[in-house]
């Protein structure tokens, strides 16, 4: 029978249930927690907000949108969450999916941190992209159902989550710190290395070698 929660049915096809299988088998408790949070955070407002979406794309994008912080996904040299995004492409390019929706998933997840863009593109990336930033720092809090809310998080609980993944963060990136120039994480690992400086954009342009 199909699971509902905050009046959203999780998805149980094949496809989805595989992704769930691999967040398992390669996530822990925080990430399996705050990514279902995510997906039921995102399709709530999107469906209070009657937009059109793809729930079972939504529900795979949030399954996946962390997985770049695991040792199995993670790159050397890419941001996680480029590494997330590819390995929901890989997942999906195994199921009878077309290019363009795969690449929908990508984006998703690839701008699940990128304010001021990713709240302009599709639905399933607007929708994630306000998931994870309810659930994070608490974007659209107040606006949010309480009574919803409080059945999401007793499925799904916090456990401590405020403390917690900010470590989990920076232990998904700290052998690549550079992955976070230009982008908010690097504030993660200011947090654990004060003294660590990122390369600066104003620097890049005066020491570039152009010769004016």
Not at 165 to 170: G, H, Q, R, S
Not at 188 to 196: A, G, L, M, N
Not at 198 to 205: Q, S
């Amino acid at each position: 029978m199909q699971q509902t929660i905050a009046g959203i049915q999780i998805p149980d096809s094949r496809l989805a249930k595989d992704a769930a299988d691999i967040l398992r088998e390669h996530g822990n408790d925080l990430l399996w927690n705050h990514s279902n949070r995510v997906f039921l955070f995102g399709a709530v407002n999107g469906k209070q907000a009657k937009q059109n979406y793809d729930l079972e794309l939504l529900y795979v994008s949030a399954l996946f949108h962390d997985l770049g912080l695991t040792k199995q996904f993670s790159s050397s040299d890419l941001r996680f969450e480029v590494d997330g995004a590819n390995a929901a492409r890989q997942f999906l390019q195994h199921y009878d999916i077309p290019d363009a929706t795969i690449q929908l998933v990508w984006d998703a997840i690839a701008l699940h941190t990128t304010p001021g863009v990713a709240e302009h593109k599709q639905s399933e990336v607007a929708l994630l992209f306000h998931g994870v930033g309810l659930d994070v720092m608490g974007d659209g809090f107040e606006q949010f159902p309480k009574e919803l809310r409080d059945e999401i998080i007793k499925m799904f609980p916090r456990n401590n989550f405020k403390k917690e993944i900010i470590p989990a963060f920076y232990e998904g990136f700290k052998h690549k710190p550079e992955t976070t120039f230009g982008n908010m994480k690097e504030d993660i690992v200011q947090h654990f290395r004060p003294e660590y400086r990122n390369k600066n954009f104003c620097h890049c342009i005066l020491h570039s070698p152009w010769t004016e």
